[in-house]
Every structure is written in C-alpha cells, then in structure tokens.
C-alpha cells in the first residue's frame, strides 16, 4: 500500500510541469562494485525499488551508464508499467570502459544513442528529464557544451524528452545551457564540507529551478567528520540523518536522491531526513564547510 507523498520529508517541487517529491531515490548503488555489472541480490534491488515508490517517492534518479545497462532494466522490471506520478530522471553524456572508467559521450550523434537506449531499457516513450553530464570523475571541466546541448534539444523537439537539465556543471556552463533553453534542475556535487555551489544553488531558487547535490557525505575530512558526528551524536541522530536534514533545510528547490540498496537503509533515510534542525543546529553545521 503506498504511503501519501505528504508524509515524506521536505514535501514537493515542480520540475517544469512534472511534479516530484523533494526526498528521492539514486539508482546509482543498485549496480555492483564500482556501478559495473549486476547487484549481488538481484531481488533486494527490485524490492528496494518497490519499497521506494510504495513510501510514497515519485522522484527515481538514474543513468544507462550505471551497469552499464542494468540499473534501467531493473527499473523497468520492479515498476513498469509505471505509476502516474512517478517520474524518472536520467543522464546522458559519459558512457563506460572495461576499467570501470566514464568515459565522455557527448557527441551528438552519442547523444541520440544513448536516449533511445535510456528510452528502450526503461520501456518509455518519452523520458521525463534528461541531464547532460559534463565534466569528468574530478568534477566539473570549464568549455562550451553548445554542441552537445542542443542536440538534447532536438531531441526535446522532436518528443523524446520532456524536460532537461545539466549536471556536473560549472556556474558558466549552466548560464550558457539556459542561453539555448530552458532547464529544469541542476544536478552537482554539493553537501555541508563542499559549498562551492552556495551562489549558484541561490540563484536558482529565485528562478525556481531545482537543485540535486550527489555524495551528501562525500569528501569530507576526518575533522569535518568529527565534526558532523558531534552534532548528531547531540541529537541522537546519524550522521548521514543529519546531512539529510540540512540540505532539505538549506532551500526549498534542493531535492535529494540518497541511494541504498537495502530496504531498510532506505526508510532510515527517510525518517532521517525528517530531523528537524534548530537554528543553532543549523549554524554550528554551516561552521563545517567554512
């Protein structure tokens, strides 16, 4: 039975005219080691699945990088034939090699491949959001993604994908993106040690476009551990709970994609994500990434 998409964590936000929980899912951890080759429990992956649409999430991120292939069709066979309101978001632009490297895959002609294969493994007609991913596994890489970009937009055009947005991308590179057309959502590394985007995050909100930071607890260093730790000892919380909780507090347009693949992990994010922070909480958290 599914449980009321108002229950969850930090409520809704609207990405173009699709409408999406503000707590989601990442696909990325069903794959195995590295996101390369199938999971170690096939059946947890599917159930995981389930388990996230019946809480009530209609936000699933994904890539057909990750596998590669595999995520897709098991998102395709754990939801398919898909419930209305559930929306999934996906990225083209990198593929992988033998190393488990990502490779870019950003030529146009890349580019149209790898939105009729997102289309066929996820059994969709039209893909809901599409982000472009640039940059490399360091981060974001300055340069023109004019080329690439606008053969998305064809894409757009001709109805295969409803929506688009950016990810791993510089501040220029997004300004550049709306230049062509509009987008939805940027999605960038960002949690409290790494306020790079802080500006950026800002802006968007005043535009109403979304934000989705990936690795909340990545990167951090042993002291800004310690740090993070101390507060959610305090509040008998989590780590991971308490990193949740501020991005969601941070401003409305941030949506979170925690991934897991382990059902119980999942509803633990869920209710983690739910502690409410008080100002001086909030404050004394701020202090980690400064």
């Known amino acids: 039975m599914s449980t009321s998409s108002a229950l969850l964590p930090g409520g809704t936000w609207t990405l173009g005219d699709l409408t999406v929980t503000r707590f989601g899912y990442g696909a990325m951890q069903l794959a195995g080691p590295w996101v390369m080759g199938p999971p170690a429990d096939r059946d947890g992956a599917l159930a995981v699945l389930r388990e996230a649409v ?19 069709q098991l998102i395709r066979e754990a939801l398919h034939p898909y419930r209305e309101a559930l ?6 632009g990198a593929t992988r090699d033998e190393e488990g490297g990502w490779p870019p895959a950003r030529r146009p002609e890349e580019l149209r491949r790898a939105v ?5 493994n996820l059994g969709l007609e039209t893909l809901d ?7 490399d596994a360091q981060g974001p890489v ?33 300004a550049e993106a709306q230049a062509i057309a509009p987008i939805v959502c940027v999605q960038n590394m960002y ?34 551990s310690a740090a993070l730790t101390a507060v959610a000892t305090r509040l008998e919380a989590t780590p991971m709970s308490v990193a949740l909780a501020w991005l969601l507090q941070r401003t409305p347009n941030i949506l979170l994609i925690p991934g897991t ?30």
Do not use: C, M, W
């Open 54 to 72: 019946d809480l009530g999430i209609t936000h699933i991120d994904t890539a057909d990088a990750y596998g590669p292939h595999l995520t897709n």
């Open 261 to 290: 693949s382990s059902v119980a992990h999942l509803r633990e994010n869920v209710a983690g994500a739910g502690l409410s922070l008080s100002d001086e909480d909030v404050a004394e958290l701020d202090k980690i990434g400064r």
């Open 191 to 224: 949690n409290l040690a790494h306020r790079h985007d802080d500006e950026l995050i800002d802006e968007l909100a005043e535009q109403g476009i979304a934000y989705v930071p990936f690795f909340p607890l990545g990167g951090f260093s042993p002291l800004q």
């Open 87 to 92: 929306h999934i978001v996906t990225k083209v």
């Open 142 to 174: 300055t340069g023109s993604l004019a080329e690439a970009f606008e053969a998305l937009v064809e894409l757009q055009q001709q109805g295969l994908i409803r929506h688009l947005g950016v990810s791993n991308a510089t501040a220029e590179q997004v």
């Open 116 to 120: 009729q294969v997102n289309l066929e």
């Open 129 to 135: 959001v599409v982000n472009l991913r640039l940059g």
